[in-house]
Antibody, heavy 118, light 109 residues
Framework: QITLKESGPTLVKPTQTLTLTCTFS??????????VGWIRQPPGKALEWLAL???????RYSPSLKSRLTITKDTSKNHVMLTMTNLDPVDTATYFC???????????WGQGTLVTVS | QTVVTQEPSLTVSPGGTVTLTCASS?????????PNWFQQKPGQAPRALIY???NRHSWTPARFSGSLLGGKAALTLSGVQPEDEADYYC?????????FGGGTKLTVL
């Protein structure tokens, strides 16, 4: 049974750095083809893909946010972390992490965590 | 910047059939873009429905089907149920990046 859960601060001040952690179970991020991604959703708005890290440490970023994002993994702890710098109120959103496999998209999602920048 | 466009809203009657589409600003969507579809209800995380154009996940009801239609990715709901009222998002893979569509709000009325 695959589960994911996001954790991190709920309130961040403008210009600060946000670090979110995705803790997962039911799969290993050292298995070929497996990845974990981050997606966010501002209140009342659409989903926006942020970043993705694969089992082989290949990292992908949204071009529009690439300069502000860093995704890392700790396979031994079943954690994937996302760091976003220079926060702005427009970054207020629910942040989701999701399990990904090559060709099968984002199949399992965490419940999301609301981050408010104010 | 690549933009993925969906119908903002659609309405369908219970028992009816509706098709949602997903267009890419780069041109025709093909199977090489591995289009995915997700359903999201208020206050919930998205739920994956379709991956790689037309593959259902094990939990996806058979009334949901994915295809390519006129250069777009498409999601067809047949025999719509009241519980299908939700927001639907497509996702397109562009090589090293991923883009979500703006979403379609489906009303069952």
């Amino acid at each position: 049974q695959i589960t994911l859960k996001e954790s991190g601060p709920t309130l961040v001040k403008p210009t600060q750095t946000l670090t979110l952690t995705c803790t997962f179970s039911g799969f290993s991020l050292s298995t070929s083809g497996v990845g974990v991604g981050w997606i966010r959703q501002p209140p009342g708005k659409a989903l926006e893909w942020l970043a993705l890290i694969y089992w082989d440490d290949d990292k992908r970023y949204s071009p529009s946010l690439k300069s502000r994002l860093t995704i890392t993994k700790d396979t031994s702890k079943n954690h994937v972390m996302l760091t976003m710098t220079n926060l702005d109120p427009v970054d207020t959103a629910t942040y989701f992490c999701a399990h990904s496999t090559l060709g099968a998209g984002f199949d399992y999602w965490g419940q999301g965590t609301l981050v408010t920048v104010s | 910047q690549t933009v993925v466009t969906q119908e903002p809203s659609l309405t369908v009657s219970p028992g009816g059939t509706v098709t949602l589409t997903c267009a890419s600003s780069t041109g025709a969507v093909t199977s090489a873009y591995h289009p995915n579809w997700f359903q999201q209800k208020p206050g919930q995380a998205p739920r994956a429905l379709i991956y790689s154009t037309n593959n259902r996940h094990s939990w996806t009801p058979a009334r949901f089907s994915g295809s390519l239609l006129g250069g777009k990715a498409a999601l067809t709901l047949s025999g719509v149920q009241p519980e299908d009222e939700a927001d639907y998002y497509c996702l397109i893979y562009y090589g090293s990046t991923v883009v979500f569509g703006g979403g379609t709000k489906l009303t069952v009325l």
